[in-house]
């Protein structure tokens, strides 16, 4: 379903094989050594492309990385060791590895500015101790000696081409593995992430080792293009500057680590040549950095949503004229979606949740929570605003440490587990504001949500049951409404033992509400899925519940089949109470769901 774009591939491959003829046929001395620069710059773009660009982590230290990867080459060449540059080149890169991780490790607890500051730290230390210990081989003049093969500039310059299409390559594939789309749901949302059985911790940690390593590459590339390498190569303000054009420019896609690596190529030069300190040049990308930082949209994720977006709504309008107009009036929604009698519930509980207490300074969310969701069921938590109904979801997901009582998954206690394994145990959520990430088609994010390859059918299979727009759509153009449905699919995707969604049907209409309540009646036969369902919207719920307990304060005031819960006079008096009566739909936003931090 996620296959690396065949036809992009051909045209890379071909522009790359067309450069390294060109290149060392055409130019001059002074012209190739530029596109060597431009190359290497290229494959250090590529770096901040997987740990800033894709990953969203505001890292000012790659250049600190890719001199890492130089004094390895050189102290390596110095010492004549066996494997020869090939093989340095590729140690170099390997030893910024275990740096890339250390510096990752504060990156699990802090995020944004103060995370940039601590990257900013390191470069500042880097560039200090590369003041004072000169590279290997610098003061025995001791230049890096490079393959045979590739020993001219003209060669080399092939050589750097080769390594870029390489790691270009490298990069095309492991963005469309989970790991590659699991940082563009880290730089959305961290708790959405693990909500999908994702390791933030792990995430990270792998954005910072393979950035790392490319920039080592990157240094290595550099130490053997200029044969000898000083600390000013590598200096901080070389790094702030590259910082500012990633954020700019985009290079987590190739043709932004392409456009990097040129224009980072010629900056330097123009500086030189204007006889102008190189730190402008930087200045200069840090302006308008802060325009795109401004926007949230690098200029070649820009170009390539407009592309993208003008490709799917062409598919929508063919859907379109195929099948006349998208909505589903009720009478239409009837026919497709017929009501179901909701199972009663009388499998095994598969979800048990006892004595649940969680506080929050003086608040008590939740007192003494029982809840039990049988397998096979679709149980609803109702209650009016602010009875614990998010709390109760965010706990019992893992999203909120330091509570009382016991949480227990197919009989089994999952108390001290953090969010991330608890859905990979079993345990999906949808939060109350959905966050995803625009430049993923929804097939990708199904992907995500169902954590292991999903066969193009399966996928294909839940879109249509939702309702979701054709999977090649970017989410980009999926409306607020449509877009929780994708949330509740890519839950369903999973497969899990039991999907606790929150307010699903917000946003929609009446009818549409109706046709999901239907449709959710019928996901425990269908996929194997038990459902905790929180709704306001009464109707939505006895089409959906075979069983629905009540909060009110925190409390469980009720708790039995629909109906006759729905009847209770203290259910009744718990919505007067707050001027909401059942039956009639809110569908409201709240807003960011109050809870606390994630503990993955
Ligand atoms: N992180 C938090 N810090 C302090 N108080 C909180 C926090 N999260 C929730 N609360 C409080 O806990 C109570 C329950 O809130 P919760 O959001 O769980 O209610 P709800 O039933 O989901 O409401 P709604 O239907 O409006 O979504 C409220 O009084 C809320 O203000």
């Not at 093969?149 to 490298?170: C, D, E, K, P, S």
């Not at 046709?515 to 905790?532: D, H, K, M, N, T």
Request: charged share 15%.
């Amino acid at each position: 379903m996620s296959a690396i774009n065949v036809r992009s591939t051909a045209i890379g491959l071909g522009l790359a094989v067309a450069a390294c003829v060109a290149v060392p046929a055409l130019l001059s001395s002074y012209w190739i050594y530029l596109a060597i620069t431009a190359v290497v710059s290229g494959v250090i773009m590529q770096s901040y492309g997987v740990i800033v660009g894709r990953a969203g982590v505001m890292s000012l230290c790659q250049w600190s990385f890719a001199a890492i990867g130089a004094w390895v080459v050189m102290r390596l060449n110095l010492s004549d060791a066996p494997g020869g540059f090939l093989l340095w080149l590729l140690l170099g890169g390997l030893a910024a590895v275990p740096v890339g991780v250390a510096i990752g490790l504060p990156a699990l607890r802090i995020r944004g500015v103060n995370l940039a500051v601590i990257t900013f730290g390191f470069a500042v230390s880097a560039d200090l101790v590369l003041n004072v210990n000169q590279f290997p081989g610098t003061s025995e003049l001791k230049t890096v000696v490079r393959p045979s093969m590739f020993a001219t500039n003209g060669r080399y310059f092939i050589l750097a081409v080769i390594v870029f299409t390489v790691l270009a390559i490298g990069l095309a594939l492991l963005n469309r593995t989970r790991l590659g789309m699991s940082w563009l749901e880290l730089r959305h949302s961290e708790r959405a992430a693990a909500a999908h059985g994702i390791s933030v911790a792990r995430s990270k940690l792998a954005a910072f080792a393979i950035s790392a390593f490319i920039a080592g590459i990157g240094g290595g590339l550099l130490a053997g293009q200029l044969g000898l390498v000083v600390s000013s190569n590598f200096s901080m303000g070389q790094s702030l500057a590259m910082f500012a054009m990633a954020i700019l420019i985009g290079p987590h896609n190739i043709e932004g680590a392409i456009m990097g690596g040129v224009m980072g190529a010629i900056m330097a030069t123009i500086m030189d040549k204007l006889k102008l300190p190189q730190d402008l040049g930087g200045m200069l990308f840090g302006v308008l950095a802060i325009f795109a930082l401004r926007s949230g949209i690098s200029q070649t994720d820009m170009v390539r949503a407009r592309k993208r977006e003008r490709a799917a709504r062409g598919l929508l309008d063919k859907v379109k004229d195929a099948t006349g107009p998208a909505d589903p009036a009720p009478a239409v929604t009837q026919a497709v979606t017929p009501a179901v009698t909701p199972v009663a519930a009388t499998g095994e509980p598969c979800l048990a949740v006892r004595d649940l207490t969680v506080r929050f300074g003086r608040v008590v969310a939740l007192d003494s929570v029982d809840l039990t969701v049988p397998a096979g069921s679709v149980v609803g938590l109702i209650g009016p605003n602010g009875a614990g109904k998010s709390t109760f979801i965010a706990t019992v997901t893992g999203f909120v440490s330091g509570y009382e009582g016991a949480v227990e998954l197919d009989g089994r206690s999952i108390d001290k587990l953090t969010p991330s394994v608890r859905a990979r145990r079993g345990l999906r959520r949808t939060f109350q504001t959905t966050v995803i990430a625009p430049e993923l088609t929804q097939y990708e994010y199904l992907t995500i949500g169902a954590g292991r390859r999903l066969a193009k059918a399966e996928a294909d299979e839940l879109l249509d049951f939702f309702g979701c727009p054709p999977g090649e759509v970017p989410v980009s153009i999926v409306d607020v409404g449509t877009r929780r449905l994708l949330d509740v699919a890519a839950a369903i995707a999973a497969r899990p033992k039991v999907a606790l969604l929150d307010e699903p049907a917000a946003g929609q209409s009446a009818a549409e509400s109706l046709l999901l309540g239907r449709r959710l009646a019928q996901v425990p036969e269908r996929f194997g899925v038990s459902i905790l369902l929180v709704e306001h919207d009464m109707e939505l719920v006895r089409a959906a519940c075979s069983q629905v307990t009540v909060l009110d304060f925190g409390h469980v005031i009720a708790s039995g089949p629909t109906e006759a819960v729905l009847e209770d006079p203290a259910v009744m008096a718990a919505y007067l109470g707050t001027a909401e009566v059942p039956g009639t739909e809110t569908g409201a936003e709240t807003g960011a769901e109050p809870v606390a931090e994630p503990t993955a």
